[in-house]
């Protein structure tokens, strides 16, 4: 009986001594085949963020490559400056997706342009209504002003031209991108006026080619405060 416990148990541990080497070489090639995987599908990542960036790329740009990665030399350099014709911002927007940071940058040239044509548009209301307001309701078309042209500001904003935008690659791996909006102050000024125009109680109250040409010169004024 000792005999055959012996003998069996010889068995056993045989079959697990060939068992064994076969599970571990089951278990290296499944993480092998898995890291494979990985490095496949990091190699598609970074193929296609190639591709965006090679897709959109500004043909006047001049590349370098440094260990910091790909950038472009002064992005947008010069060109996001106010002037006495144009109002301009510069956005910047950062992500590990191309599309993304545009769309920030985008986001962030409005949203800085916005507040500053805010501050603008109060100070053209309440210079303009000191100065040409024909009854004593001075505050309410002031008010009335305001409104009427925050609206024409945001939908400037919409239709705003863009004179540059430019994606550069940092060392991280994320997309910084840099998009300029732009502006022209005359266009500006004639929509207001036109605002003007539509609205029976301002069209009662001022004149719209007054008002133009004295939007038109307090614009170009703004030019050091921009």
């Given amino acids: 009986m000792k ?3 012996l003998i069996g148990s010889m068995l056993l541990c045989g079959i697990m001594m060939i ?13 092998k085949a898995k890291q494979e995987a990985w490095e496949f599908e990091q190699q598609k990542i970074k193929m296609e963020r190639q591709r965006q960036l090679d897709s959109i790329q500004n043909a006047n740009a001049r590349s370098t490559t440094s260990p910091a990665g790909t950038t472009f ?21 950062k992500d590990m997706d191309l599309s993304i940071a545009q769309r920030k940058a ?17 100070g053209l209301v309440t210079d303009y209504s000191k100065t040409y307001t024909k009854s004593n309701k001075g505050s309410d078309m002031e008010g009335i002003l ?14 705003a031209d863009n004179p540059c935008e430019k994606p550069a ?3 991280t791996g994320e ?30 109250e001022f004149d719209r ?10 614009m170009k004024k703004q030019q050091g405060n921009d």
């Fill in 3 to 5: 005999k055959v416990f």
């Fill in 19 to 31: 068992a064994t080497p076969a599970e571990a070489q089951s278990r290296k090639d499944k993480k």
């Fill in 73 to 93: 030399e002064l992005p947008c350099s010069g060109v996001g400056t106010s002037d006495k014709e144009y109002y301009r911002q510069l956005g910047i927007g």
């Fill in 106 to 122: 985008i986001q962030s040239a409005k949203s800085i342009l916005r507040d500053r044509l805010g501050e603008q548009v109060k």
């Fill in 146 to 159: 305001e409104r009427e042209f925050t609206s024409v500001v945001d939908k400037a904003l919409d239709d």
């Fill in 169 to 171: 690659q940092l060392n």
């Fill in 175 to 204: 997309f910084q991108y840099y998009y300029v909006i732009e502006i022209r102050k005359n266009d500006l000024a004639g929509k207001m006026a036109d605002a003007i125009s539509n609205n029976d109680k301002l069209r009662a």
């Fill in 209 to 218: 080619d007054q008002f133009r040409k004295f939007a038109e010169e307090y």
